[in-house]
């Protein structure tokens, strides 16, 4: 099974936007990184027809918020790990189904 370039793009983009903006202090910084691998990671979806790059971009985009709330739960870390495994999984899944 191929992993598509999307999945760790999107990896990258929830954690390192978030390690952006805890460490540098700047938000836009953070929100920079995680539109930088959403653009990156949108255009590999791309050619999987628009249904699968607006669900995917609706997961990546929902997994930022959703972090915010969780957070408050059980902390920023766990939380930003805890969307980031779902995103990376429901993106794999999605994009092996759609490849076939």
């Known amino acids: 099974m191929r992993i598509d370039p999307s999945v760790p793009l999107v990896a990258a983009g929830l954690i390192g936007g978030y390690s952006a903006a805890r460490y540098s202090g700047r938000r836009e910084l953070g929100g920079a990184v995680l539109a930088v691998a959403g653009i990156a990671a949108g255009s590999s979806w791309l050619r999987r027809g628009p249904a699968v790059t607006g669900a ?3 997961a990546y985009l929902g997994a930022f918020g959703a972090s915010h709330p969780l957070a408050k739960k059980i902390g920023a ?9 779902a995103t990376v999984g429901i993106t794999a899944a999605a994009t092996a189904r759609a490849g076939q």
């Open 56 to 58: 995917l971009s609706a």
């Open 77 to 85: 870390w766990p939380s930003v790990l805890a969307v980031t495994a």
